[in-house]
C-alpha cells in the first residue's frame, strides 16, 4: 500500500476502507475514469494521468458552471492530476515509477496501445506483481471484435439494448442515459476491489478486463433469458416485464403511475385496492403466468379501474395496500426529492453539483462537500517530485 492516507487526510474526515491505497489513473472520459472515482470516493488516493495541453476529453463536454464542466468534475473528484507526454522518456518514466508504487492502475486504451508505451499488463505486472491492473475497453482484450474502437451509443446498439427498449412500434432507443459506460465501470470497480481482497491472501495483484460489451450484454437480463429459453428474439415490451406481470406504467385520471404486483398477495391487494377484487379468481389472471400471457388484457381492466381518479389518490391507496408503485418523477423531481436529500445523493465538490456516492458504509462518512475535480496538471510538480527520478 502506499504511505499516502488518501483524501481523507485533505478532508480531516474519518478515512474510507480503501485509504492508504494508490490508484493510477490513466483513463479517460467515462468508464474508467466513473471507476477510479468510485475508489476516491471509498478513500483510495488516486493520481489521474492526462495529455498535456488538453487533458481528458470530457474536460470539453458541457454542462458547465463557472467556465467548468460537471461531466468532467462529476467523475474526476477528489483525484490529482498529472500531464504527463507518454511519448517522452522522462515522462514515461515517471508513469512507470507511479506504477511501480501503485496498488491500482485504470486504463480505457484499446486493446495494445498500452503495451506499445511499454505499460501494459505484462510489462507492469513483471514490475510490480502486487499491482491490480484494470483494463476497461470497447470488446475486451480477446475476441474477434477487441480492436474496434467503442463508444457507449455503439456498445448500447451491438448488445441487444437498444432492439428491446421503447415502445411495441419496434424502433430501436437508446436509454436516456449511458449504460454500457457506467456498467462497465461498476463492474470495474467491483473487480478491483475483489482482486485486491484476493491479493490480501496471495500478495498477488493480475489484470482486470472489463468490457463495455460484456457489462451490458449481462444487463439484458429478462430479454435474454427469454431467448436463451425459448430461441424467439424478443422486441421491445414498453415498460412491461418479460416475464412478470402486472408490472408496468398505468395510466390513471390524470397522468401514468408505475405498479409492480410480482406475486399473487400482491395482486390480490392490487385488485382489491382498485376496487375490482373479482380480478383474482379470473382464469386469465389467476397466476404469474397467466397474467403476463395475458397482460394486454390485464393492463385494460386495470387502467379501466384507475381512470376513475387521479394517480396521488391511487398511490395513496396502494401504498396503504403494500403494494410497489410510484409517480414518473422527471429528473428534478427525483434529484431533489427528500429521499436524495436524505441519502445525499447530491453533493458538491469544488463549488459544482453532481450525483452523490450510493454505497453507504457506517464507518465512514458521506459528506455533501467533496474534494473538487483538479485542474489539468494541478498537482504535476508535485507527482514529479514524489515519483520522478531520484
Known amino acids: ?140 482484450h480477446t475476441g474477434p471484435w477487441s480492436q474496434r474502437p467503442a463508444y457507449d ?18 424502433e430501436p432507443v437508446k436509454p436516456g442515459v449511458p449504460v454500457a459506460d457506467l456498467s462497465a465501470g461498476l463492474y470495474a470497480f467491483g473487480g478491483i476491489t475483489s482482486a485486491l481482497l484476493g491479493r490480501a491472501s496471495t500478495g498477488v495483484g493480475g489484470h482486470v478486463d472489463v468490457a463495455m460489451y460484456d457489462a451490458t450484454v449481462s444487463l439484458l437480463e429478462g430479454a435474454a433469458l427469454s431467448y436463451l429459453a425459448t430461441g424467439t428474439d424478443p422486441g421491445p415490451i414498453g415498460n412491461a416485464h418479460f416475464a412478470i406481470a402486472p408490472f408496468d406504467t398505468f395510466a390513471c385520471r390524470d397522468r401514468d403511475i408505475t405498479v409492480c404486483a410480482a406475486n399473487d398477495a400482491l395482486f390480490g391487494a392490487l385488485a382489491r385496492a382498485v376496487g375490482r377484487p373479482g380480478l383474482s379468481a379470473d ?21 379501466a379501474a384507475l381512470a376513475a381518479a387521479d394517480a396521488d389518490q391511487w398511490l395513496g391507496e396502494l401504498d396503504l395496500a403494500g403494494v410497489p408503485c410510484g409517480p414518473i418523477s422527471s429528473v428534478a423531481e427525483a434529484v431533489r426529492s427528500d429521499q436524495a436529500s436524505a441519502r445525499n445523493m447530491v453533493v458538491w465538490a469544488g463549488g459544482l453539483p453532481g450525483p452523490g456516492q450510493p454505497v ?26 514524489e515519483f520522478g527520478p531520484a
Open 1 to 140: 500500500m502506499s504511505s499516502s492516507a488518501g483524501n481523507a487526510s485533505v478532508t480531516g474526515r474519518r478515512p474510507g476502507p480503501l485509504a492508504g491505497l494508490l490508484v493510477v489513473d490513466f483513463s479517460r472520459v467515462l468508464a474508467g475514469p466513473f471507476a477510479a472515482m468510485m475508489l476516491a470516493d471509498l478513500g483510495a488516493r488516486v493520481v489521474k494521468v492526462e495529455r498535456p495541453g488538453t487533458g481528458d476529453d470530457s474536460r470539453g463536454y458541457g454542462p458547465f458552471a463557472d467556465g467548468r464542466s460537471l461531466y468532467f468534475a462529476r467523475v474526476n473528484r477528489g483525484k490529482e492530476s498529472v500531464a504527463l507526454d507518454l511519448k517522452d522518456p522522462a515522462d514515461l518514466e515517471v508513469a512507470r515509477k507511479l506504477a511501480a508504487r501503485a496498488d491500482v492502475l485504470v486504463e480505457n486504451y484499446r486493446p495494445g496501445v498500452m503495451e506499445r508505451l511499454g505499460l501494459g499488463p505484462q510489462a507492469l505486472l513483471a514490475l510490480n506483481p502486487r499491482l491490480v491492473y484494470c483494463s476497461i475497453s470497447g470488446f475486451g
Open 153 to 170: 451509443a455503439v456498445v448500447q446498439g451491438m448488445s441487444g439494448i437498444m432492439a428491446i427498449t421503447g415502445g411495441l412500434s419496434g
Open 283 to 303: 382464469p386469465r389472471f389467476a397466476d404469474n403466468a397467466a397474467r403476463h400471457a395475458h397482460r394486454e388484457e390485464l393492463k385494460l381492466e386495470l387502467e
Open 360 to 385: 453507504k458504509i457506517s464507518t465512514m462518512d458521506d459528506p455533501r462537500e467533496r474534494p473538487a475535480a483538479p485542474a489539468l496538471d494541478e498537482h504535476g510538480a508535485a507527482v514529479r517530485r
